[in-house]
């Protein structure tokens, strides 16, 4: 069974930063691809950011990229979400998600994910 558990969401001022993490507990051996999304209320779930099983490649929402970065350290290490420079329309509820890949695989649609966490909360207070 795959485990997805994020954390450090919270609640942050604008301009301020978090990152997020999410710990993927899967098969031994396995490369996991792992995405970030974010749905608000009332809105459309959003793909923030994305990175492949081994972590060497990565992608980022364009719309974020000057603010957001994904990392891993290694293939069996947490995938890291730090954010900066936040801001109010950032505010929503923060998910990783997980699928079976390649070491290279990197995945930005969210219905080709198959194992999800519950979410994390992140609001920016103005």
């Known amino acids: 069974q795959v485990q997805l558990i994020e954390s450090g969401g919270g609640l942050v001022q604008v301009g301020g930063s978090l990152r997020l993490s999410c710990t993927v507990s899967?098969?031994?051996?396995?490369?996991?691809?792992v995405g970030w999304f974010r749905q608000a209320p009332g809105k459309e779930r959003e793909t923030v950011a994305a990175?492949?099983?081994?972590?060497?490649?990565?992608f980022v929402n364009y719309s974020m990229k000057d603010r957001f970065a994904i990392s891993k350290d290694n293939a069996n290490e947490p995938v890291y979400l730090q954010m900066n420079s936040l801001k109010p329309e950032d505010t929503a509820l923060y998910s990783c998600?997980?699928?079976?890949?390649?070491?290279?695989?990197?995945?930005?649609?969210?219905?080709?994910?198959?194992?999800w966490g519950r979410g994390t909360q992140v609001t920016v207070a103005s």
């Open positions: 998600a997980a699928v079976e890949a390649t070491a290279m695989g990197i995945i930005t649609q969210s219905d080709r994910y198959t194992y």
């Open positions: 899967g098969r031994a051996g396995q490369y996991y691809a």
């Open positions: 990175i492949s099983g081994s972590g060497s490649a990565t």
